[in-house]
């Protein structure tokens, strides 16, 4: 099993311009989320979502938007990137948040915006 | 406001030394407490959490609701632990949110 798959792995994107960074998972896990993480900085959660259909905000989703079409598929789309977006960008899924299962996470996004 | 603090931003020991990586947490909550672990080009992963009182790679964490800590420790570090370790609060365990309040991290660099 691939686990959290997150693509691509770098990108560099022009101010303005627009891109949707791709998470899928294969472990049919209800919540998914996504996470930036600043140089130096803990992770943030930009929105998560309990299950396909059902997306709702985080700690700082201002820039972004999600959709949650599938159980697999949790995209992150940002529509005019700014400096400010640059960042690396964590997406994650857990069975269930009764129980207190772990957190999965990908590789990472690393999205530099000039 | 629930807050995660981790107050070193790099831990250096040498190989062999007892290690702590200290966690303070600011929740008026019932607290769930997890550590993260993430080695050079690996991903983010779960190293452990409170509620499993369980010991993995040799670290333990206690969560000590007096002192609002959860400090990671290993009696005699060894050279692989070097990574980034995050502690992260779970605000809102068995609700129908997920969020973590992670910490800024602390980098240990385990010396030969």
């Known amino acids: 099993n691939a686990g959290v798959t997150q693509t691509p792995k770098f990108h560099i994107l022009k101010i303005g311009q627009s891109m949707t960074l791709q998470c899928t998972q294969d472990?049919?896990?209800?919540?998914m989320y996504w996470y930036r993480q600043d140089p130096g900085m803990g992770l943030k959660l930009i929105y998560y979502?309990?299950?396909?259909?059902?997306?709702d905000k985080g700690e700082v989703p201002n820039g972004y938007n999600v959709s949650r079409s599938t159980t697999e598929d949790f995209p992150l789309r940002l529509e005019l990137a700014a400096p400010s977006q640059t960042s690396v960008y964590f997406c994650?899924?857990?069975?269930?948040?009764?129980?207190?299962?772990?957190?999965?996470f990908g590789d990472g996004t690393r999205l530099s915006i000039l | 406001a629930q807050r995660v603090t981790q107050p070193e931003k790099l831990l250096s020991v040498f190989k062999g030394a007892p290690v702590e990586l200290k966690c303070n947490y600011s929740?008026?909550?019932?607290?769930?407490l997890f550590w993260y672990v993430q080695y050079s080009r690996q991903r983010l992963q779960l190293l452990l959490r409170h509620i499993s009182r369980e010991s993995i790679k040799g670290f333990t964490a206690d969560l000590n609701k007096g002192e609002t800590s959860f400090h990671l420790k290993k009696p005699f570090a060894q050279e692989e632990d070097s990574a980034m370790y995050y502690c992260a609060l779970d605000m809102n365990y068995g609700g129908s949110q997920g969020n973590l309040i992670f910490g800024k991290g602390t980098k240990l660099s385990v010396k030969p």
């Open positions: 979502s309990v299950g396909a259909g059902i997306t």
């Open positions: 994650a899924t857990d069975f269930s948040h009764f129980g207190n299962q772990p957190q999965h």
């Open positions: 472990m049919n896990h209800n919540y």
């Open positions: 929740y008026s909550g019932s607290p769930e």
